[in-house]
Nanobody, 120 residues
Framework: QVQLVESGGGLVQPGGSLRPSCAAS????????MGWYRQAPGKQRELVAT???????NYADSVKGRFTISRDNAKNTVYLQMNSLKPEDTAVYSC??????????????WGQGTQVTVPS
């Protein structure tokens, strides 16, 4: 089993910054992708950013230029540096990890979510 533990959310004023992190632990054969999704009240979950094992990144248009995803492979941890935060960034941010469980099978794992609030 793989567990994801998130931290680093919170309340920040518009224009401020946060850097949530997500640490994966447990039986990990090899991580394929790591990333972040978010869900605001009354809205569908949306992709924020992903980072694969080849260091390729993908960002939602709404966060490009403001958010940066990175990972520490030695710690199996993914970070999301969020700058110039806006009220519309308010959401529960959840990390995910796609990892091989053996040589051929993979599985997605999700964190419990961390609240980010940017008041208007």
């Amino acid at each position: 089993q793989v567990q994801l533990v998130e931290s680093g959310g919170g309340l920040v004023q518009p224009g401020g910054s946060l850097r949530p992190s997500c640490a994966a632990s447990g039986t990990i054969f090899r991580i394929i992708d790591m990333g972040w999704y978010r869900q605001a009240p009354g809205k569908q979950r949306e992709l924020v950013a992903t980072l694969n094992s080849g260091h390729a990144t993908n960002y939602a248009d709404s966060v490009k230029g403001r958010f940066t995803i990175s990972r520490d492979n030695a710690k199996n941890t993914v970070y999301l540096q969020m700058n110039s935060l806006k009220p519309e960034d308010t959401a529960v941010y959840s990390c995910y990890v796609r990892a091989y469980t053996d040589y051929t099978n993979w599985q997605d794992y999700w964190g419990q979510g961390t609240q980010v609030t940017v008041p208007s």
